[in-house]
């Protein structure tokens, strides 16, 4: 063989290399919310290529400039498709306000759309994220239209992936997550400025047992999804958690000697929601199947949160000052 023919054929084993490598591209809905924004964070430091998923292209004024953001409706534009590994589906509406359309284009029209992508342009894998709420049978009395969404489109991730024989359709139901960052309107970040500020805390009993997790070891069970040998394809679901419960007052108590807060804390002050879920803890089994491993324990992640959010506050301070 000729030096040229031997460089020739280096050229084109070194050429279907690169074709083979697996893409660094990830579409994510939600990468500027609580969990979306530790995530893409996070695998952006590890080199991958994140679109983000905005309702407008006003809208990303402020958000990480290392995003390729777009709208839903401009992402073949901005992506070729053939070349994305996974989308991640996090955006979500609580239905807080009472805007019943907007609460189901974020759990259900807008997923579903960027599902069919996925399914269309046979991208590995496809992950929603749920949580614990729609797991557990009754009707809890809290936030009613995003857990009723949440279960329908489950429903329509199991009937949409009957018709796929490439990619993995994912629902991934997270447990109680907690970490800096937060929305203000959402229980953890209350509890901590409350306790930071020395307030006055009304609660309930406290007996319900909630999985809480840290949002770091969410952000690492997605990873571990991303890069996992083990996924098949089809609709699975895959639940998040530590695999242990603690129960709410006692996560406040503990929360409440970490910060050295003089807050009195009023147990029973509050009733139980209507059918409250009395007790929730993630079945790790699935998830561990893809290399995943708890890192941070309860104590640790309340710690760092707690001092992120002190610093935070500190900041705010200074700046109005």
Avoid at 147 to 154: E, M, N, T, W
Avoid at 248 to 274: C, P, Q, W
Wanted: include cysteine.
């Amino acid at each position: 063989m000729s030096c040229l023919n031997f460089r020739t054929v280096t050229s084109k084993i070194n050429e279907l290399a690169l074709q083979m490598k697996p893409s660094k591209t990830i579409i994510i809905s939600g990468a500027y919310g609580f969990i979306g924004s530790f995530l893409t964070e996070s695998l952006l430091s590890k080199g991958y290529r994140v679109i983000g998923i905005v309702k407008e292209e006003k809208d990303i004024s402020g958000l990480l400039t290392d995003v390729d953001w777009c709208t839903i409706d401009n992402l073949e534009n901005k992506a070729n498709l053939g070349k994305v590994k996974s989308i991640i589906h996090l955006a979500t509406s609580y239905g807080w306000q009472g805007d019943t359309s907007g609460t189901l284009n974020a759990n259900l029209v807008l997923p579903v759309r960027l599902l069919q992508t996925a399914l269309k342009n046979e991208i590995q894998i496809f992950i929603s994220t749920d949580s614990f709420f729609s797991k557990h049978e009754g009707s809890y009395g809290h936030m009613p239209e995003y857990i009723l969404s949440k279960r329908q489109f489950s429903d329509w991730m199991r009937i949409l992936s009957e018709k796929s024989e490439k990619t993995s359709v994912l629902n991934l139901q997270l447990e109680h997550v907690y970490g800096e960052r937060d929305r203000r309107e959402k229980f953890f970040p209350q509890l901590v400025e409350s306790l930071i500020l020395n307030d006055p805390i009304n609660l309930t009993l406290g007996k319900q047992k909630r999985d809480f997790i840290h949002v770091n070891d969410v952000v690492a069970a997605y990873e571990a999804i991303l890069t996992s040998s083990e996924l098949k394809v089809g609709f699975e679901k895959i639940e998040v958690g530590t695999g242990t419960s603690t129960s709410l007052k006692d996560f406040v108590t503990i929360a409440k000697k970490i910060s050295g807060s003089n807050s009195e804390l009023n147990f029973g002050n509050l009733e139980y929601r209507r059918n409250e879920i009395m007790y929730s803890c993630a079945n790790t089994t699935k998830l561990s199947l893809h290399g995943w491993k708890k890192t941070i324990d309860l104590e640790e992640g309340l710690r760092s949160a707690i001092r992120a959010t002190k610093l935070s506050i500190h900041a705010k301070k200074e700046e109005n000052s």
